[in-house]
């Protein structure tokens, strides 16, 4: 069985790349691994930090462990660049841990798409900046 055609397909324009990325901010948003896991390929490989998944079990695990630890999760992406099947994004979030500690993790991230529009690989660079909650901007 294929997946799905997830449009925008490449080769990205800018119009299409900035949708591309917007949709990405939506589901991931949307805290729900099952949907968010559905935008990768089946085998899709990821560098999340110091950590390397493959597939998209291992991607569905790692997000609904990543929303146990990070509470009241919310993203905003960018539009960094865009190339054929290729995007970069820089992006912020913002999330407390089970202390009530309040976090905003900076980072970029290059994604790669195979023909049906689906995320084949994804690197990701993160750094953490404790903050007050009364600091946060995303909410």
Same mark, same amino acid.
Request: hydrophobic share 35%; proline share 4%; charged share 35%.
């Given at each position: ?16 790349? $900035?949708?591309?990325?917007?949709? !990405? @901010? ?5 805290? +729900?691994?099952? %949907?968010?896991? &559905?935008? /990768? ?9 110091? $950590?390397?998944?493959?597939?998209? !079990? @291992? ?5 609904? +462990?990543?929303? %146990?630890?990070? &509470?009241? /999760? ?26 009530? %500690? ?38």
């Amino acid at each position: 069985m294929t997946d799905a055609a997830r449009p925008p397909l490449p080769p990205f324009t800018e119009e299409s790349a $900035r949708a591309k990325v917007q949709a !990405a @901010e939506d589901a991931w948003n949307s805290r +729900d691994p099952e %949907r968010v896991a &559905l935008a /990768y390929t089946e085998d899709s490989v990821w560098r999340n930090r110091d $950590r390397f998944l493959t597939g998209r !079990a @291992e991607i569905r695990a790692f997000l609904a +462990d990543k929303w %146990r630890r990070e &509470l009241d /999760y919310r993203l905003r992406k960018e539009l960094w660049a865009y190339t054929g099947n290729r995007i970069s994004v820089r992006f912020e979030y913002e999330w407390h841990d089970t202390a009530a %500690r309040w976090w905003r993790s900076h980072g970029n991230e290059q994604w790669e798409f195979d023909g049906n529009g689906l995320m084949s690989r994804r690197e990701a660079s993160i750094n953490d900046v404790r903050i007050g909650e009364a600091d946060r901007r995303l909410h």
